[in-house]
């Protein structure tokens, strides 16, 4: 949506650029720990579009009557939001196509973004949005969705109500519940960000502020103030930290409140007013141009970042002047649109001359034992029978990491019983464990190698392993991977040895790169020999 305030445009500008720069890094380097709190900035995104929204609707819903006003709201922002992410789908089919890129499920994909139900695709998956190894394409086409939901739902509440300010504080708290109560797990965490029922809030806030219409502040010291505020939440507030839900969402919202009041009408520097204008654009093409560089680098050149960055701006230039400037009822500028078409048009054809077509059967990793397929659903290895006569040595519960050095460490240790599964996530641990009842009074040992695809609770955790014999010594292996939620899980895993007397087995401190394939997560040959050995010297394994 376009602002005459040269002040919301550059905030806009400020706010893609926080989401460009933190997506990069949660992408290429994200156990960085650089920006950890710019998923903020789409909460700000969340309350600027209330306040733009509702003041449209208050205007609109003054001079006409109601029906002709929320029929003519639905067609603009039909005509705002659809043309530019049809542009988008449109060029990701073609392109990931003729790169021979995965893009996983795209058409799939595609549907439920334009059916503005995209957030709800990733509750589908059954994957936290912080927890994705292998990031769709699309994956950020979430925040729109819950946009589109929240801009009809914004119609029908001025259709409805003569005074929908008391709508919009009802809206507020009853979000602010769900997200609460999802994130304490009483239902599911993972639904606390993309849900919109749980995230309805802070747009609620922009919608009470166009409706108060509160005075402009005096002087810079409030703006200034608010600005700091945000890049400090920015810098120091990690999602995994308990405080994460709702305190830096609520102090996100105020902090940006803060500011539209304060810039509304306000010039600004014009770098950043040129990317305010393009901010939708911006945020559709970016991940998608990320995610295709991620295929083929784990981390990109400079020349390749080059290139994605005149493949984004070439992509929102031609949006721009043949898509949003007809919008805003601006003239088109032929010239631009084409520098940018002739731009996005040679570099893919380089590219695409340069990289054959790739098959889409998704590669085995380097090194991660040739006889392991990614899809592999689970694997249970018991002792050879003649070796069942004796107790078991160990029963060994893990993820693909376990799963790619299990053939050497049966051939190494014959009696001891070994459960991997690839993707596999530390919330399955209780039914692995009653379904190892048996198992587990028959071996001495129990080790433990979950954390590496999502984050372990600690509360879960001493559940699961308050039910383990109490003659059967626990060991825990911590995560030794390139995620963001490394530094949260092995932080957990320590305080549970230290307080439960668990023995824990500083796989992170392996450091050698020969050790790791090229996703620096699963294991070389001499890998899985040092991983095999940790864990034999620690269990004393014979």
Known sequence: MSSSSGGLDALRGLLSLTVLAY????????????????????????????????????????????????????????????????FLLITCLISYNLLGAQGQNLLSQSIFALFGVYNYYLTLRQVDYFEQFNPLALTHLWSLSIEIQLYLLSGVIFFIFKNPIRAFGAIFFISLLFQSLYALAVFKSELAYTHTEARAYGFALGAILAMREFNQPRGNILPV????????????????????????????????ATLIISLRGENASAPLRWLGKRSYLLYLFHYPVFVLLKENMQEPTLSALIIAALVILALCELGHNLLEKPYYGESISFAKAGAGLITYGYILSILTIKEPHKSKEKPILDNFNAQINLNTSLTTIKPNKTTQEKRCQALLIGDSVMLGASDYIRKRYPN????????????????????????????????????????????????????????????????????????????????????QKYELLRWDEFKNPSF??????????????????????????Q
């Not at 996530?425 to 071996?443: F, T, V």
């Not at 080790?447 to 509360?459: A, E, P, Q, W, Y």
């Not at 020999?529 to 620690?538: D, F, P, V, W």
């Open 23 to 86: 997506h990069y890094f949660a992408l290429f380097y994200p156990d960085s720990n650089l920006i950890p709190g710019g998923y903020l900035a789409v909460e700000v995104f969340f309350v600027l579009s209330g306040y733009l929204i509702t003041k449209s609707l208050k205007s609109r819903f003054s001079k006409k009557s109601p029906k002709d006003a929320l029929l003519e709201f639905i067609q603009r922002r039909f005509f705002r939001i659809f043309p530019g992410l049809l």
């Open 225 to 256: 103030f608010s600005l700091l505020g945000l890049i400090a939440l920015f810098g120091l507030a990690d999602i995994y930290n308990e405080l994460s839900y709702p305190l830096w969402f609520l102090l996100a919202d105020i902090l940006g």
């Open 416 to 499: 001891v019983i070994l459960d991997a599964k690839v993707g596999r996530q530390a919330r399955e641990l209780p039914e692995l464990l009653k379904s190892h009842r048996e198992n587990l009074l028959n071996c001495k040992n129990l080790i433990l190698h979950l954390g590496t695809n999502g984050v372990v609770k600690s509360s879960q955790l001493k559940t699961a392993l308050a039910e383990v014999p109490p003659d059967v010594k626990i060991y825990i292996i911590t995560v030794n991977a390139p995620v963001s939620w490394k530094k949260q899980v092995n932080k957990t895993l320590e305080s549970i040895s230290a307080e």
């Open 516 to 541: 790791f394939a090229k996703d620096r997560i699963h294991l070389t040959s001499s890998g899985i020999r040092a991983y095999t050995e940790l864990i034999a010297k620690s269990a004393k394994l």
